[in-house]
């Protein structure tokens, strides 16, 4: 009897679940879970810091980023030979057109011109008509076919003269041997001439009346004139001829001679070609002007998306998690300090030891070239202060070469030429941080586990002897019951 109550009272203690430790008294998975959240708590705070790092790592590639799209800038900026390029404008192209042939070399400025002679290269025609439209004696027809009685009348060689003609130009000595046995037609001779002669150029053109050789000196001016003569030394008679003229022009009220109407060596730097008799205003600016303006609306556009980016990735709020991801880097924040500073900086030299002026003796920095800085830190472009530094011959200053601060701000930033640069520290400063906390993250988690399993045998035997206890318990309550029943009856 008392066995068989016994065998019931310990079937209804155990429960569902039925196996003693997993749960049979007390509810072992619910303390473990509750357990485990109080030991991921410290592994979820440290994870949140390598999430925070990761986001600083990236906002600060961004930053790193924009910098070095002000150092591609600067780059541009910095390159003295952008300086060199001139610009010439003429008020009269037909009188005076000219171009730039050294940049370095043309100087900024007006340049009044007066043409008043042009200059010509010596000239002569056989053949044809005249300078009066009066037909040749002699006429050719054909000039593929003639013969050497014909050729010799034509050039008016003297009856006791031999068959040979020369033809040059001033100091071209002996000139072109030409064989009028040998060269029969006008294209013939023209041909000879030409492929021998560097002085004279020789052309057989259609006059109306017949074929005309003409003969043009290569070199104009009037010291190059054409030297045409038969055997005996006497000139040949040609239907019409000019001698060569010189180009007389004045700049600037200075007088000055060439032999062509393509002008070096007047203006520095600049190649004149002369056009027409008359006068002309030139006016040479420095190109730079348009090309340093581009460059530095560039650098306005790049600086201020970087001043916006910091601004709002350092910003401060009183609810941490609204702060920005870079509130607190004390070292970018040196960076930007730095590079915006910097821009009221003098420049110097190219050996970075003089500082640079204009020719009012004023420091050239970026604010002086119209940089203008702005309450809420960015940059605003000031023409009136670029147009008087394009006036006061900075760009003529820069040419000769220049190291701005800015310039240098950047590099030390982001780095130049194998260097690190403070910003790549930084990321691998804060990349060291986390590769710590992602260990410090594994040994937490191990430990996690270790203790969880403890924790699970630990409830689990606990659960095990409080089921006994109970069963002990009522195994008792049992015996003492029917022991009083016994008794009663």
Do not use: C, H
């Amino acid at each position: 009897m008392a066995v068989s109550s016994t065998s019931g009272s310990t079937s209804s203690l155990a429960g569902s679940n039925g196996s003693l430790g997993n749960g049979t008294v007390i509810d072992v998975n619910s303390i473990v879970s509750k357990l485990e959240v109080v030991e991921q708590a410290p592994i979820d705070k440290v994870a949140k810091d390598i999430d925070r790092n990761n986001v600083a790592i990236s906002d600060m590639g961004t930053i790193k980023a924009k910098i070095a799209a002000l150092q591609t800038d600067f780059q541009s900026f910095s390159d003295s030979n952008i300086y060199s390029n001139k610009l010439v404008n003429s008020s009269d192209y037909t009188v005076v057109d000219a171009a730039v042939s050294t940049g370095s070399a043309a100087i900024a400025g007006n340049y009044n011109i007066n043409v008043t002679a042009l200059a010509a290269s010596a000239f002569a025609g056989f053949g044809g008509l005249d300078a009066n439209n009066v037909a040749w004696p002699t006429t050719i027809t054909d000039p593929a076919t003639s013969d050497t009685a014909t050729l010799r009348s034509f050039f008016s060689v003297s009856p006791t003269a031999s068959n040979i003609i020369t033809v040059g130009a001033t100091g071209d000595i002996p000139g072109v041997s030409v064989d009028l046995t040998q060269f029969t037609s006008l294209n013939a001779v023209r041909d000879r001439i030409n492929s021998l002669s560097t002085s004279v150029r020789a052309s057989v053109v259609d006059t109306g009346n017949g074929y005309s050789l003409t003969l043009t000196a290569m070199n104009g001016g009037a010291a190059n004139n054409l030297v045409l003569k038969d055997s005996l030394g006497a000139n040949l008679a040609s239907t019409v001829s000019s001698a060569g003229v010189d180009a007389k022009f004045t700049i600037n009220g200075q007088s000055f001679i060439r032999p062509s109407n393509s002008v070096l060596n007047a203006v520095p730097g600049l190649t004149l070609q002369l056009g027409k008799i008359g006068s002309s205003l030139l006016s040479v600016t420095s190109a730079s002007a348009q090309n340093a303006q581009t460059v530095l609306t560039q650098i306005i556009d790049n600086y201020n998306s970087l001043i916006s980016s910091y601004t709002e990735l350092s910003k401060y709020d009183p609810d941490p998690s609204k702060r920005g991801s870079l509130y607190g880097e004390s070292n970018l924040s040196f960076v930007i300090d730095s590079i915006t500073n910097s821009l009221m900086n003098g420049f110097k030299d190219a050996a970075g030891s003089t500082p640079l002026l204009d020719k009012n003796g004023r420091a050239i920095s970026l604010i002086t070239l119209g940089l203008e800085l702005q309450l809420d830190g960015t940059l605003q472009f000031n023409s009136t202060m670029y147009n008087n530094s394009v006036s006061n011959g900075v760009f003529d200053k820069l040419a000769a070469g220049f190291s701005a601060p800015t310039y240098a701000s950047i590099n030390a930033a982001i780095g130049l030429s194998g260097m690190t640069g403070s910003i790549a520290t930084n990321i691998d400063g804060i990349k060291s941080e986390n590769t710590t906390l992602q260990s410090r993250v594994k040994d937490m988690q191990t430990r996690k586990a270790e203790k969880m399993a403890k924790y699970a045998a630990q409830y689990a035997a606990l659960d095990a002897l409080l089921y006994q206890l109970q069963a002990t318990n009522s195994s008792l309550t049992t015996t003492f019951n029917v022991l009083n029943n016994s008794k009663s009856n």
